[in-house]
């Protein structure tokens, strides 16, 4: 009985003793050990996906994210050994690092390490600046570096960058992502489609198992989607070097070009330069879609299209323009050449054609002064003061006035129909040219055509129709006809070309500086020129925009020779020619035949059908070596005596049959050099002897 007591107090006791022990460890101690379980176990750790890329029409890397690292040296890894390798290697390390990167020397690296190991530091940044994935390889071969970090005490922390190959190339519509990539994108396309590129987070938990940390992965991340632009490289090198050459030439201040595809709208190059306090030209913002500004004389072309539609003239119809100056309800209303007498008469193509302000503002005001709303209306009915709601953001709204709204004066229709008193942006000024080219159909402008993920199409953007006409066909013709006469007779003879036919329409307008009106200090002008090429079959719409200081200031000598070198360029890059009006159907192509296999080479020159004369008795299933040569109608096939014993000649021949020939005869061939064999070390008609050497060179 006793025995029992003993051992029931005893269990009493002990299970008193776990108790209080629970009850320690639970509360008083719980902060020691939660320390040491997360340092065992840290859960739910985000795991960043590979962001998609952004990739250009003709199929090039425009954007993608690229691994960049930072290099660290733990000393205390790997003991004593670690240590005595790292000091007998120390010189050729530090040299290594110093060809890897050569704006610190090896004795400067050698100073740096010699620090960190004195230190005995557990993460010393070996190099200050992050590092390419290729420099991170060079410098893990290195000595030490090459062994497992736990042994040789080299890590590195990585990171993803983001990197556009072409530079500047459409800096502003590709967009930019905050320098933590983690809080996504801040501009263009790259926050536009934010949501597709960036993917989904993962999430993993870091355990110590068996004595090493190791991440568990409990949901894997998903990576973006890569995105397909319209942006074709080539022409937008193309649209910025010619851009960038014409606003350093007259020191513009701001400099916009646009190309888009007159089918699809895809706009094939987007550029917008400015003039920064160093005096380079850079993409500061995107300034094509975005600028509100008057858009001058290629407004022109809207308002005569709504009265030749409302048939309030024709374009046989003209106006007396008289000495180039005209007042209209208390405002001088100035022509271009005003200094010099005006231009007189002039008929409705010729008022374009010089871009008379009078002809346009007399026919306007004439025929819509009693009812402004009806040249509004026209003006809505075209579509041009729609905003276009792009796939990217900043778009600007057009700000067309109504006679109803407030500031609508007498003086406003007269000046609204010459381009003022109205704010259009480059890109939808464009996009009403555009639709002039693409047969009255007015479409939105495309800068992204596919989503896709791992080589297959998830999203595909078709051509979106804005407004199907724009005016009728025979208001289309005419209007088609005079703006080829603007650049063949016109003032945009500059943006024309001798290879094929512009159609198009210049601008120069004096830019408002807001409540100081356009004549306060300097004044600022915006040339420009918008149109399409080539005129009958029209491709390609395209709009230059230049903002500059003082005179002189011509839209048509200015922005029009920036279009022509466009239209050029991307004519020439796009031209293919028939290759059948290259051959001379006179004469007989004879190629160029290798010496070898007379038998092969006849029956290869069979299979593409060119003539052959052979010289010799074809013999079945028996090789006859042979030579050739080009006659006047056919290739001359001429047999060569190989004798047995001794070496043959194999000039003229491709690398595989004369090293096959020779090898048949027990040579060991050493050949260099690729092409025909021009020459050979031992001689034709030599002896052979069995394993005997011979070199060939081809050429």
Same mark, same amino acid.
Request: aromatic letters at 8%; glycine letters at 10%; charged letters at 25%.
């Given at each position: 009985?006793?025995?029992?007591?003993?051992?029931?107090?005893?269990?009493?006791?002990?299970?008193?003793?776990?108790?209080?022990?629970?009850?320690?460890?639970?509360?008083?101690?719980?902060?020691?050990?939660?320390?040491?379980?997360?340092?065992?176990?840290?859960?739910?750790?985000?795991?960043?996906?590979?962001?998609?890329?952004?990739?250009?029409?003709?199929?090039?890397?425009?954007?993608?994210?690229?691994?960049?690292?930072?290099?660290?040296?733990?000393?205390?890894?790997?003991?004593?050994?670690?240590?005595?390798?790292?000091?007998?290697?120390?010189?050729?390390?530090?040299?290594?690092?110093?060809?890897?990167?050569?704006?610190?020397?090896?004795?400067?690296?050698?100073?740096?390490?010699?620090?960190?190991?004195?230190?005995?530091?557990?993460?010393?940044?070996?190099?200050?600046?992050?590092?390419?994935?290729?420099?991170?390889?060079?410098?893990?071969?290195?000595?030490?570096?090459?062994?497992?970090?736990?042994?040789?005490?080299?890590?590195?922390?990585?990171?993803?960058?983001?990197?556009?190959?072409?530079?500047?190339?459409?800096?502003?519509?590709?967009?930019?992502?905050?320098?933590?990539?983690?809080?996504?994108?801040?501009?263009?396309?790259?926050?536009?489609?934010?949501?597709?590129?960036?993917?989904?987070?993962?999430?993993?938990?870091?355990?110590?198992?068996?004595?090493?940390?190791?991440?568990?992965?409990?949901?894997?991340?998903?990576?973006?989607?890569?995105?397909?632009?319209? !942006?074709?490289?080539?022409?937008?090198?193309?649209?910025? @070097?010619?851009?960038? /050459?014409? %606003? #350093?030439? =007259?020191?513009? &201040?701001?400099?916009?070009?646009?190309?888009?595809?007159?089918?699809?709208?895809?706009?094939?190059?987007?550029?917008?330069?400015?003039?920064?306090?160093?005096?380079?030209?850079?993409?500061?913002?995107?300034?094509?879609?975005?600028?509100?500004?008057?858009?001058?004389?290629?407004?022109?072309?809207?308002?005569?299209?709504?009265?030749?539609?409302?048939?309030?003239?024709?374009?046989?119809?003209?106006?007396?323009?008289?000495?180039?100056?005209?007042?209209?309800?208390?405002?001088?209303?100035?022509?271009?050449?005003?200094?010099?007498?005006?231009?007189?008469?002039?008929?409705?193509?010729?008022?374009?054609?010089?871009?008379?302000?009078?002809?346009?503002?007399? !026919?306007?005001?004439?025929?819509?002064?009693?009812?402004? @709303?009806?040249?509004? /209306?026209? %003006? #809505?009915? =075209?579509?041009? &003061?729609?905003?276009?709601?792009?796939?990217?953001?900043?778009?600007?709204?057009?700000?067309?006035?109504?006679?109803?709204?407030?500031?609508?004066?007498?003086?406003?229709?007269?000046?609204?129909?010459?381009?003022?008193?109205?704010?259009?942006?480059?890109?939808?000024?464009?996009?009403?040219?555009?639709?002039?080219?693409?047969?009255?159909?007015?479409?939105?402008?495309?800068?992204?055509?596919?989503?896709?993920?791992?080589?297959?199409?998830?999203?595909?953007?078709?051509?979106?129709?804005?407004?199907?006409?724009?005016?009728?066909?025979?208001?289309?013709?005419?209007?088609?006809?005079?703006?080829?006469?603007?650049?063949?007779?016109?003032?945009?003879?500059?943006?024309?070309?001798?290879?094929?036919?512009?159609?198009? @329409?210049?601008?120069?307008?004096?830019?408002?500086?807001?409540?100081?009106?356009?004549?306060?200090?300097?004044?600022?002008?915006?040339?420009?020129?918008?149109?399409?090429?080539?005129?009958?079959?029209?491709?390609?719409?395209?709009?230059?925009?230049?903002?500059?200081?003082?005179?002189?200031?011509?839209?048509?000598?200015?922005?029009?020779?920036?279009?022509?070198?466009?239209?050029?360029?991307?004519?020439?890059?796009?031209?293919?020619?028939?290759?059948?009006?290259?051959?001379?159907?006179?004469?007989?192509?004879?190629?160029?035949?290798?010496?070898?296999?007379?038998?092969?080479?006849?029956?290869?020159?069979?299979?593409?059908?060119?003539?052959?004369?052979?010289?010799?008795?074809?013999?079945?299933?028996?090789?006859?070596?042979?030579?050739?040569?080009?006659?006047?109608?056919?290739?001359?096939?001429?047999?060569?005596?190989?004798?047995?014993?001794?070496?043959?000649?194999?000039?003229?021949?491709?690398?595989?049959?004369?090293?096959?020939?020779?090898?048949?005869?027990?040579?060991?061939?050493?050949?260099?050099?690729?092409?025909?064999?021009?020459?050979?070390?031992?001689?034709?008609?030599?002896?052979?002897?069995?394993?005997?050497?011979?070199?060939?060179?081809?050429?």
């Amino acid at each position: 009985m006793n025995r029992y007591f003993f051992v029931i107090l005893l269990m009493g006791l002990v299970g008193v003793a776990i108790l209080i022990k629970a009850g320690i460890t639970m509360f008083a101690e719980r902060q020691y050990w939660q320390d040491v379980a997360d340092r065992f176990v840290k859960e739910n750790v985000a795991v960043q996906p590979n962001r998609g890329n952004i990739i250009s029409s003709d199929g090039r890397l425009m954007a993608s994210s690229l691994p960049e690292y930072k290099i660290y040296m733990d000393f205390k890894a790997g003991g004593e050994t670690k240590d005595t390798m790292l000091i007998n290697h120390m010189n050729e390390i530090c040299e290594g690092l110093h060809k890897i990167f050569p704006d610190k020397s090896s004795e400067e690296f050698k100073t740096h390490l010699k620090k960190g190991r004195k230190r005995g530091s557990r993460n010393y940044l070996i190099y200050p600046n992050r590092i390419s994935y290729i420099q991170y390889k060079e410098a893990k071969q290195l000595p030490v570096f090459r062994l497992n970090k736990y042994k040789g005490g080299f890590t590195e922390q990585a990171y993803n960058r983001r990197k556009k190959p072409f530079g500047s190339l459409a800096r502003r519509t590709l967009g930019d992502l905050y320098p933590d990539i983690t809080k996504g994108a801040k501009s263009g396309l790259e926050l536009a489609f934010d949501s597709v590129l960036k993917g989904k987070e993962g999430v993993t938990h870091r355990q110590k198992v068996m004595n090493k940390y190791l991440n568990i992965v409990d949901i894997p991340p998903i990576d973006g989607a890569d995105i397909i632009t319209t !942006i074709d490289v080539g022409m937008q090198d193309i649209c910025e @070097k010619a851009l960038i /050459d014409k %606003l #350093k030439e =007259i020191n513009a &201040n701001v400099g916009v070009a646009v190309l888009m595809e007159v089918a699809t709208g895809e706009v094939k190059a987007i550029v917008n330069m400015t003039k920064c306090a160093d005096g380079e030209y850079r993409e500061v913002r995107n300034n094509a879609i975005s600028d509100m500004l008057e858009p001058g004389s290629t407004f022109k072309t809207a308002s005569i299209m709504v009265a030749l539609e409302d048939g309030k003239i024709t374009p046989e119809d003209g106006v007396d323009t008289g000495n180039g100056i005209k007042n209209m309800y208390g405002r001088d209303m100035k022509d271009h050449n005003w200094r010099r007498g005006g231009y007189q008469y002039l008929t409705v193509p010729q008022i374009l054609m010089f871009s008379s302000n009078i002809g346009v503002s007399s !026919i306007i005001d004439s025929h819509y002064g009693h009812n402004p @709303k009806q040249f509004v /209306d026209g %003006l #809505k009915r =075209i579509g041009i &003061n729609k905003p276009l709601h792009l796939q990217i953001s900043g778009e600007g709204k057009p700000n067309i006035r109504g006679p109803k709204e407030r500031y609508f004066s007498k003086t406003t229709l007269p000046w609204m129909s010459i381009g003022y008193e109205t704010q259009v942006p480059p890109i939808n000024i464009l996009n009403f040219y555009n639709a002039i080219a693409n047969n009255g159909i007015m479409i939105r402008p495309k800068f992204v055509k596919a989503i896709i993920k791992k080589g297959e199409t998830i999203q595909e953007f078709p051509t979106e129709v804005i407004n199907p006409s724009i005016c009728s066909p025979r208001t289309l013709k005419q209007i088609r006809d005079i703006l080829r006469l603007v650049v063949g007779e016109g003032l945009g003879k500059a943006a024309g070309s001798p290879q094929f036919h512009v159609s198009g @329409k210049t601008g120069t307008a004096q830019i408002s500086q807001g409540t100081g009106g356009y004549k306060t200090g300097t004044v600022n002008y915006l040339v420009s020129f918008c149109g399409y090429f080539p005129s009958e079959e029209p491709k390609y719409s395209c709009i230059v925009s230049i903002q500059k200081s003082g005179l002189p200031a011509s839209g048509g000598l200015m922005a029009g020779s920036v279009f022509g070198k466009i239209a050029e360029r991307v004519y020439a890059k796009n031209l293919v020619l028939d290759i059948k009006n290259a051959i001379d159907s006179n004469a007989v192509v004879v190629p160029d035949v290798k010496a070898g296999e007379m038998n092969e080479t006849k029956r290869v020159l069979d299979e593409l059908k060119i003539q052959a004369q052979v010289q010799y008795s074809p013999s079945i299933g028996k090789e006859i070596w042979g030579n050739t040569y080009a006659g006047a109608k056919a290739v001359v096939l001429q047999k060569s005596n190989v004798m047995r014993n001794f070496v043959p000649s194999v000039i003229g021949m491709g690398a595989k049959d004369a090293v096959y020939l020779l090898e048949s005869k027990g040579l060991k061939v050493h050949l260099t050099g690729m092409g025909k064999v021009r020459s050979q070390s031992v001689p034709q008609g030599t002896q052979i002897h069995k394993g005997q050497a011979i070199a060939i060179i081809l050429k």
